[in-house]
């Protein structure tokens, strides 16, 4: 059974689906992009839309211009909006010499620096993965496991009972101390805590807008005066900077002295060499570790404040699941429960743009070099055609049936696919075994929790607040 096979089981029997999709080009002929339709708004409009209004903006597009439609929403660059699985499957199976994706990462530089795998691309990108998949597979993988369970119980019992907190940043401590686990691995550093205070502070400047803004580009000049604005949180996060980057640079030195290597990612990137056999030089191994505290939490982080949200509002799906985890016999709907989260909350509305190198045809459509390509996985993990009631949280919906490779993309896809993805879905099932096991979910406020974006991913407004009742079995 193909991927679009699996997803199609999720379509009730005798639902009506038209067999042809009327915004693709005539089989057998090729369009050029300057075809592909999209808003006449200008592109100041289409930004504000974007920006304010980017779930109902995009679905009024697909509804207008079909599965793929060009945005002006950057000045000077063609930005298609993809959301046909066999254009995706095309993008994510398309040579790496003809789409780009270090490129697309630029708003992440201040965070990941310019030298890690998020910038790599074609063979660099390649070996670098290769290399550092030893961190996250095999017995890798069996060691992290282990411990995500221990730092969950430990994370849940000091979480505060009795009171309405936003439990975002409790859920962000947790995944970083999660991922140092990938990172160092059973060699904790010495300076961690003060090293975890101040990754946790470095992020804040994700509740502001600036936080998706290339600030590392900007000249002299505009940095200070930026520095200077109120509401942007700017100034904390140049100063937060250094502390940060001090404080890996201190865990890495402490780790090259102790000399104690295993399969934890900071020894995989002590092995790796350059092609002159010189190894990573220090900044080359702090954008690695910064990518991963970053990339590897926020959309984990994400994940478990939706699942919270969705929870503390469904005491039927919450007794069903505590019911099978009382059981003990499966998994098969928390599994669902994680599959469904990240269908109707991936993390990532928009995938990696991957940047157009060499011209390319993709469903019929030539794309030309300097276009971006942007995978929608809020408009593709919400597809009505694929997923009914789309709106609505039903866990059942993959009960019995596997994601789709192109119809349910939270992780992407293609050689640039999240390498964490089992360790990030072993993280939510197992907080959210351990959270609906001890704790009952008490709403602060009655509303459903609003979208709203935290820096690169979409998080529940207020985090959500909940208050943790201690559960009455």
């Known amino acids: 059974m193909t991927d679009l096979d699996v997803t199609e089981a999720a379509v009730p029997d005798g639902a009506v689906r038209c067999p042809v999709d009327h915004t693709a080009p005539a089989e057998g002929t090729v369009i050029p992009s300057s075809a592909v339709p999209g808003p006449t708004l200008g592109q100041r409009e289409q930004l504000v839309r974007y920006v304010t209004q980017r779930t ?32 995706l499957r095309a993008i994510f199976t398309a040579p790496r010499t003809s ?82 686990e990938v990172v160092f691995g059973k060699v904790v550093p010495t300076c961690w805590p003060r090293l975890l205070d101040a990754l946790l502070d470095l992020v804040e400047l994700n509740r502001y807008p600036t936080a998706m803004l290339m600030i590392d580009r900007w000249s002299p000049a505009k940095k200070r005066l930026m520095k200077r604005r109120p509401g942007t949180g700017l100034k904390d996060f140049w100063r937060n900077r250094p502390r940060v980057d001090a404080l890996i640079a201190e865990a890495v030195a402490e780790r090259a002295e102790i000399g104690e290597l295993g399969d934890d990612m900071l020894s995989v990137l002590f092995g790796i060499t350059h092609e002159d056999g010189s190894p ?5 191994l702090r954008d690695e570790i910064m990518t991963m505290f970053v990339a590897g939490t926020v959309t984990t982080v994400s994940a478990v404040c939706w699942s919270i949200e969705h929870f503390s509002r469904d005491p039927e799906r919450l007794g069903r699941l505590r019911d099978e985890i009382a059981a003990g016999s ?20 928009n995938n990696l743009a991957r940047q157009v190198v060499e011209p390319i045809v993709i469903g019929g459509v030539r794309y030309e070099p300097g276009q971006l390509l942007v995978p929608s996985a809020e408009l593709l993990n919400n597809d009505p055609e694929r997923y009914p009631e789309p709106e609505k949280f039903l866990p059942e919906r993959f009960i019995g049936v596997q994601p789709g490779q192109y119809t349910w993309i939270p992780f992407g896809g293609g050689h640039t696919r999240c390498m964490g993805d089992r360790i990030a879905i072993h993280e939510i099932k197992t907080m959210l075994r351990e959270l609906v096991t001890s704790v009952d979910f008490e709403r602060a406020d009655p509303d459903p929790a609003r979208p ?19 559960r009455q079995r």
């Not at 990573?280 to 080359?284: A, F, R």
């Open 330 to 349: 499966t998994d098969e709907y928390l599994t669902a429960v994680v599959h469904e989260v990240l269908r109707i909350n991936p993390p990532l509305p």
């Open 280 to 284: 990573l030089s220090v900044k080359e």
């Open 452 to 470: 709203v974006p935290r820096g690169p991913v979409v998080v529940p407004q207020h985090g959500p607040r909940i208050t943790l009742r201690p």
């Open 56 to 87: 109902q903006f995009l679905n009024e597009c697909k509804a207008a211009y079909g599965r793929r439609f060009k945005l002006g929403v950057l000045p000077g660059v063609d930005f298609f909006v993809i959301t046909d699985p066999d254009d």
């Open 99 to 180: 789409l780009h994706c270090g490129n697309s990462n630029g708003a992440l530089e201040k965070y990941f620096g310019n030298t890690g795998i998020a910038f790599l691309d074609e063979g660099d990108h390649l070996a670098r993965r290769k290399a550092l998949t030893r961190s996250f597979k095999g017995a890798a993988f069996a060691r992290i496991t282990e411990s995500v369970e221990r730092i969950t119980v430990d994370a849940v019992a000091g979480w505060p009972r009795d009171e309405a907190v936003d439990m975002h940043p409790l859920v962000h401590r947790w995944a970083m101390n999660v991922i140092r």
